[in-house]
């Protein structure tokens, strides 16, 4: 068995989970509010310690994840952890793979830093953190947006000048790519489709919706950033890119300042006024109250107009329909409206298995429906962790 430990770090954040891989979760937690005060949190054998430490730099939080595997008897020396996967949202058009981090690769990841401002950077600065700290582990960069380059230029080319493309490198990346390799593996591993055509729906408080065609990426609701595609948490998905003008014109923000509300004051938070979490959405909606009852509106109807529009980019031919992340695994009420209101595809939902507590592959259609809809718990750590091994083992 070898120690293998998963980081996802953000801009303010670092997640972890450290693996005894193949066979067993060893714990998990996070570091958040970095910059800010500091909370650390670790699970370890059903255990949530939690803790406020000042954090003001990742170097500290992972300094704090570190000392706490030691304290806890996690390992006893840093050098135990032998290899470290590390989640990249962008990798550019230039990662179509994982891939063992180098020197080289760290000047890559910084290039491709400007494509990714609020994510990459901390994922970089923590790859060198721990060349330093566990100078004897090896380390791999696993990218969210590898599984999305077998898209054809159609779906990734935005209808701009060419230029932005062939200069700046603007185009459809799309994210959560290491979640719909784990739905493929998962399909593939459970069920017998012909030709490997899924819609997946992530949807977590970050969401997007993929068209899997033959088993590969063919189109990806999320863009150039997360920013793009359906009504998410705090971010808007797509909407008129002139509006951006005008509400500058009126309230003298400038491009920074309003793209920043799209990320962070903007979709179920923005419209309902009330919160970005969807529990409180639907808590608010059984109250009858009208904003929360319009943003569900929107969130319904943005999911069911992507899964239609890959329904035809999929030639009709989708043989599966999965719900996976936080919302998609828990909130059944989503899925069954969003199954409602999809009248492109003759899908019936089976209430009974729909309502129940999922935790594992479960089909929740009907046996007469044209496509059937799974629910699959997503895991892109373990997809993290597979990958790092595979790649240090090669
Ligand atoms: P991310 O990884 O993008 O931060 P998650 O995949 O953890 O997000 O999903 C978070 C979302 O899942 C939140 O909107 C939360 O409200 C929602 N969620 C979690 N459990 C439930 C539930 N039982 N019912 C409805 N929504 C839920």
């Known amino acids: 068995m070898v120690k293998i430990l998963v980081i996802n770090a953000g801009s303010s954040s670092v997640k972890f989970q450290l693996y005894n891989y193949p066979s067993q979760v060893v714990c998990k937690g996070l570091c958040e ?58 990798g550019g058009s ?78 459809r990346y799309g994210m959560h790519g290491t979640s719909s390799r784990y739905i493929v593996k998962k399909i593939r591993s459970e069920l017998n489709l012909k030709e490997g055509n899924i819609i997946n729906c992530h949807l977590g408080n970050g969401a997007s919706i993929t068209a899997i065609k ?47 509300i799209l990320n962070k004051e903007s979709g179920l938070l923005g419209v309902s006024g009330i919160s970005s979490d969807m529990r409180d959405i639907i808590a608010a909606v059984e109250k009858g109250n009208k904003r929360a009852i319009v943003a569900l509106d929107i969130y319904i109807s943005k999911i069911v107009n992507y899964i239609s529009m890959y329904q035809n980019d999929l030639e009709n031919k989708t043989e599966a329909i999965v719900f996976t992340a936080g919302i998609g695994e828990n909130a059944s009420l989503i899925r069954e409206m969003v199954i409602e209101k999809l009248h492109i595809i003759d899908v019936t939902i089976d209430k009974a298995k729909n309502n129940q507590r999922i935790s594992e592959m479960t089909k929740i259609s009907t046996d007469n429906s044209q496509v059937d809809v799974y629910v699959i718990p997503t895991d ?15």
């Not at 310690?49 to 706490?68: F, G, R, T, W, Y």
């Not at 793979?97 to 923590?126: C, F, Q, R, W, Y």
């Not at 892109?380 to 090669?394: L, R, T």
């Open 33 to 90: 509010r970095l910059f800010v005060d500091g909370k650390f949190t670790l699970e370890i054998n059903d255990k949530k310690i939690k803790l406020d430490v000042p954090m003001n730099s990742h170097k500290e939080a992972i300094q704090v994840i570190l000392d706490n595997f030691k304290k806890h008897n996690i390992i006893k020396d840093y050098n135990e952890i032998k290899i470290i996967g590390h989640r990249v949202v962008q």
């Open 94 to 171: 230039v990662y179509k793979e994982s891939t063992l981090i180098d020197e080289s690769v760290i000047l890559k990841l910084e290039e491709l830093s400007k494509l990714a401002p609020l994510h990459n950077p901390g994922a970089v600065n923590v790859m060198k953190i721990f060349a330093k700290l566990c100078p004897e582990s090896k380390s791999v960069a696993v990218f969210d947006t590898s599984f999305h380059q077998t898209m054809p230029e159609k779906n990734f080319i935005y209808p701009v000048p060419y230029s932005w493309y062939e200069d700046h490198q603007v185009r």
């Open 214 to 260: 033959n088993w590969k990426g063919y189109n990806t609701s999320m863009g150039l950033t997360p920013l793009a595609g359906i009504m998410m948490g705090t971010r808007s998905g797509d909407i008129d890119p002139a509006i951006l003008e005008y509400v500058s014109k009126i309230t003298k923000k400038d491009v920074f300042e309003l793209t920043n």
């Open 380 to 394: 892109e750590e373990i997809m993290i962790a597979q990958d790092a091994y595979n790649i240090i083992n090669k």
